[in-house]
Structures are given as structure tokens and as C-alpha cells.
T-cell receptor, first 114, second 114 residues
Framework: DTEVTQTPKHLVMGMTNKKSLKCEQH?????MYWYKQKAKKPPELMFV???????INESVPSRFSPECPNSSLLNLHLHALQPEDSALYLC?????????????FGEGSWLTVV | AQKITQTQPGMFVQEKEAVTLDCTYD???????LFWYKQPSSGEMIFLIY??????QNATEGRYSLNFQKARKSANLVISASQLGDSAMYFC???????????FGKGTTLSVSS
């Protein structure tokens, strides 16, 4: 079983809605990530938090807003999304951002924008 | 520029047979890490095995082994004694340098039949 927990598992939202995806890990990791994955494609990095500070913003649209309340929690706030934002959103964590540290993923949140 | 190439879109194997999934990489860094992940249709990205660039021996984890050929820049995954539950998408991934993102290949879909 994964030690990275994501909620909800499935989310359907309208284009005018505001919703959030939540992620939690209890492995003492200090780096956390959000990835977006479209069908039959590899995951693409959206955001990285290292020691609770945003380290990378991969030019993601502002309708996605990450938040890291503490080292164990990572949220992704969603507002005014488009149908093309429908995808699997994967949260992940690693001990830190060293080359050899394994990145562990959660089960993902399936998002559908209608 | 760093790059991961998986040339096999799909592979088919019978139960109990061994299978090799190919992965080649490109990086100018001397220090890097190579990873394999399994993604079933449920969406969870499951870590399988890791190989560091300075590791002299090939990594093994149960039925999984990584055939690391540094000079050829290849990191093939070998699954021994395939099981029906091995049917999934398999991604090869790499990190090079502290603080860099984990990049993925396009993936290989493995189908195991009885």
C-alpha cells in the first residue's frame, strides 16, 4: 500500500467550481510534488515543494494553485478549470531532492471537468 | 538535454516467461538515478527498482532486475516468471543533478496472458 494518500479518488467539477485535491504523507519526506497525467502519456511535473517552499513552477496556468500547509500536507486548489484539464493528478514525495532519492506516488485523483 | 527513450509501445508475454523492457537514456551528468515504475489501470504509480549511476552491480528487487549498461546508456527492466498481475504500463525515469525533476519515458504496456 502506498504511504502517500490522496483524496478524493474521483472528482467531477464544473468549469465555474472551486475544488481542492489533497495529499498527505507520513514518511517524514521534505519534498512533495504534483504531477498531471493525460491518458496513455507519461506524468508531467506541475509543482515541487521542498522544505515547504515552492521550488519549481513549471509554467502551470494560474487556475491551479498549490498550497503546502506543512511538511506532510500538499493541496492543489482548482478554480475555473477547462475540460482539457481533465486528467489523473498524482501527488508524490521524496526524502529530499537529491538524485538518488526515490519519489513515491499516491494512487492519484481522477479529475473530470464538465 | 536529458532524455528517456522507451521504444516498445507494447509487449506480450505468457505467464511464467521472462520479459525485458527496454530503456535508453541521455544525460551529460555523471551522477544520475534511474527508476522503473509500474502503473496498473487503477492509476497508482508503483516504484519498482532504482539504479544509481555509480552502482557497480545491477539492482535487483525480487522478480525485478535492472540490466544497467552504462557505456550503452541503457537500463532495461527484466521481469522473471511473469504473472497475470504484471499486466500494466511500465515507465522508465531518470533524475540527474540535485534538484532536477524526474523525467519519464513514454512507457511500455505489458500484457501477460495465461
Amino acid at each position: 500500500d502506498t504511504e502517500v494518500t490522496q483524496t478524493p479518488k474521483h472528482l467531477v467539477m464544473g468549469m465555474t467550481n472551486k475544488k481542492s485535491l489533497k495529499c498527505e504523507q507520513h514518511m517524514g519526506h521534505r519534498a512533495m510534488y504534483w504531477y498531471k497525467q493525460k491518458a496513455k502519456k507519461p506524468p508531467e511535473l506541475m509543482f515541487v515543494y521542498s522544505y515547504e517552499k515552492l521550488s519549481i513552477n513549471e509554467s502551470v496556468p494560474s487556475r491551479f494553485s498549490p498550497e503546502c500547509p506543512n511538511s506532510s500536507l500538499l493541496n492543489l486548489h482548482l478554480h475555473a478549470l477547462q475540460p482539457e484539464d481533465s486528467a489523473l493528478y498524482l501527488c508524490a514525495s521524496s526524502q529530499d531532492r537529491s538524485t538518488g532519492n526515490t519519489i513515491y506516488f499516491g494512487e492519484g485523483s481522477w479529475l473530470t471537468v464538465v | 538535454a536529458q532524455k528517456i527513450t522507451q521504444t516498445q509501445p507494447g509487449m506480450f508475454v505468457q505467464e511464467k516467461e521472462a520479459v525485458t523492457l527496454d530503456c535508453t537514456y541521455d544525460t551529460s551528468d555523471q551522477s544520475y538515478g534511474l527508476f522503473w515504475y509500474k502503473q496498473p489501470s487503477s492509476g497508482e504509480m508503483i516504484f519498482l527498482i532504482y539504479q544509481g549511476s555509480y552502482d557497480e552491480q545491477n539492482a535487483t528487487e525480487g522478480r525485478y532486475s535492472l540490466n544497467f549498461q552504462k557505456a550503452r546508456k541503457s537500463a532495461n527492466l527484466v521481469i522473471s516468471a511473469s504473472q497475470l498481475g504484471d499486466s500494466a504500463m511500465y515507465f522508465c525515469a531518470m533524475r540527474d543533478g540535485v534538484g532536477t525533476a524526474l523525467i519519464f519515458g513514454k512507457g511500455t504496456t505489458l500484457s501477460v496472458s495465461s
